[in-house]
């Protein structure tokens, strides 16, 4: 885990937000790859769940909702976590975290009692902060979804079973996040709410644990770093029938990537309860209104930056040299190529590694470097996970050809400089 934080921080994945005045705990920004790698992981996903499907339509619902959402959902009264105080270092730790000890983990000292701490982040609407003008920053974007059922049905009048999917900002008051981007105050989800006839809702749940876990295979994850773990009793969401969790297997253990809920119909009763509003299903062949079930597949993208890092980080001993490359999927790789001159001092080889450099721009994410030896360019495009090296050189001012070298077997192709393009899109297709 160290060597893959070192990475994000050399690279430009991921840096310490507010770093130059010491940082905000467990808070973080995206540099130029970490956000190219987002954005692909968001765009793969997107295509899978919307574009692919015919029964997902996308939508965005806002950050800030009417409190009274957060009271129908159960967040209000439910959305607690118990905390203990350390009396001597003043430390604060998750009752659940300490396994029944009365001592601080950290220095040994005396723990005060548990007392409730509500996950959500309160501010104020408008210049007056006062109960009244009270809400908060959400904690999921599920229940964007929810509210917006009604629109759903008058907008595009789908039929059963339909979903539907949202990527947005969520944010929890967690009291000892940790272990770099996995838990977070501010993260971003992928969530999709699938409404199902509640007779159908055990197998669609199904259905849905199977698609998701062969989502992350597809993007090249190994699969024996993955696990499908189903939730017991006593851990169930209070809306939850059933939920089963895709688990990936960190540096620091087994941990959730993404879980699976039969939600049954609670929230838009809930809704439906506290709005007045009826947001139940109409089926016009059977001529009956009842609340549809909800399978809800969340992901968070975050969490699976961080497990997509560590399982393309490879250490190879090249000759007598190690060499770091991140064996990204061809889809979510920051960087599709990378053109290099091999003589910088020669200004005809750089002016035309500058161009091919613009011109595949046009068509792939492409960067050009000449500040270094070419060994040293190779290592730094290995290390990003840069799909394809082209390298510009003597030989190229003449026969107008170019060197290709691919990142995973560090093979070299000679190409023809009018026919690189179709060659590297032939190869990412």
């Known amino acids: 885990m160290d060597r893959v934080v070192s990475l ?78 350390c009396k001597s270092c003043k430390k604060r730790f998750k009752v659940a975290d300490l396994k029944g000890s009365k001592k601080c983990p950290e220095c040994g000292g005396e723990l005060t009692e548990g007392r409730p701490f509500n996950l959500m982040f309160k501010t104020y609407q408008g210049v007056i902060e006062e109960a009244a003008s009270a809400i908060y920053l959400r904690p999921e974007t599920a229940q964007g979804m929810f509210v917006n059922f009604q629109n759903i049905l008058d907008s595009k009048h789908p039929k059963l079973p339909f979903g539907l999917a949202q990527i947005g900002k969520a944010f929890r008051n967690e009291i000892t996040p940790g272990n770099f981007t996995f838990r977070t105050r501010e993260f971003e989800q992928m969530e999709i709410e699938y409404f199902v006839r ?29 696990r499908l773990r189903p939730h017991g009793k006593d851990e169930l969401a209070h809306y939850a029938k059933a939920c089963t969790d895709i688990e990936y297997n960190f540096p620091f253990g087994w941990s959730e990537l993404e879980g699976i809920a039969n939600r049954t119909d609670f929230d838009l009763k809930q809704h439906s309860k506290t709005s007045g509003q009826d947001l139940q299903y109409f089926d016009n062949v059977k001529k009956e209104r009842f609340y549809p079930y909800i399978i809800e597949p969340s992901g968070g993208v975050d969490r699976t930056i961080l497990a997509l890092l560590v399982d393309a980080y490879n250490e190879e001993k090249v000759k007598d040299d190690l060499r770091v490359v991140l064996k990204l999927h061809k889809d979510l790789a920051p960087v599709k190529a990378a053109v290099l001159p091999l003589l910088r001092n020669r200004p005809e080889i750089v002016e035309l590694a500058k161009k091919i450099a613009r011109d595949l721009k046009k068509n792939m994410v492409t960067v050009y470097d000449d500040t270094g030896a070419i060994g040293k360019l190779y290592r730094r495009q290995d290390e990003v996970g840069t799909l394809y090296c082209v390298t510009v050189d003597v030989q190229s001012l003449e026969d107008k050809q170019v060197t290709a070298r691919h990142r995973d077997t560090m093979q070299q192709e000679r190409v023809p400089i009018d026919n690189l393009k179709n060659y590297l899109e032939e190869k990412l297709a």
């Open 198 to 226: 509640p007779e159908e809702a055990d197998k669609k749940l199904e259905e849905w644990i199977g698609a998701r876990f062969n989502w992350y295979l597809k993007l090249g994850v190994r699969k024996d770093n993955l």
């Open 8 to 85: 994000c921080k050399r690279r430009g994945f991921i840096f310490h937000s507010s770093e130059i005045y010491g940082g905000l705990s467990n808070t973080w920004d995206y540099g130029p790859y970490g956000v190219e790698l987002k954005n692909n992981l968001k765009r793969s996903w997107w295509k899978s769940v919307v574009y692919e499907r015919d029964d997902v339509f996308g939508m965005d619902a806002a950050i800030l909702m009417h409190p009274k959402v957060w009271e129908a959902s159960g967040h209000v009264e439910n959305f607690f976590d118990l905390k203990s105080d």
